[in-house]
Nanobody, 124 residues
Framework: VMLVESGGGLVQAGGNLTLSCAAS????????MSWARQAPGKGREWVAG???????RYAESVQGRFTISRDNNKGTVYLQMNNLKPEDTAIYYC???????????????????WGQGTQVTVSS
């Protein structure tokens, strides 16, 4: 099983980035996918999810700026991040959970798989 994030980097405030997470080794189409982030000195924070029932959900801090999507043919989940702010600086991780629906509330330890993360740095 692999989840490989990419697309991170350094961007100025107000800029945009798109993160990708390529999945393999498990049934991607039957899994809900989430993005989470961890800033220095802080815990891992859930950011967005896209579920097996095709519903998407977002943390209040990114609502209206971030968009999560998935391409089941490519086994990839994306996070389009617009109007980035310095407080968005973090390592971004993707995670997978089999048969995860939008009605389920999970803690970090409930996910089946995690990627290794990609760094996003937003300068002011």
């Amino acid at each position: 099983v692999m989840l490989v994030e990419s697309g991170g980097g350094l961007v100025q405030a107000g800029g945009n980035l798109t993160l990708s997470c390529a999945a393999s080794g498990f049934t991607f189409t039957a899994s809900g996918m989430s993005w989470a982030r961890q800033a220095p000195g802080k815990g891992r924070e859930w950011v967005a999810g896209i579920y097996v029932d095709e519903i998407t959900r977002y943390a209040e801090s990114v609502q209206g700026r971030f968009t999560i999507s998935r391409d089941n043919n490519k086994g990839t989940v994306y996070l389009q991040m617009n109007n980035l702010k310095p407080e968005d600086t973090a390592i971004y991780y993707c995670a997978a959970k089999h048969k995860l629906r939008a009605s389920c509330l999970l803690s970090n330890s409930d996910y089946d798989y995690w990627g290794q993360g990609t760094q996003v740095t937003v300068s002011s």
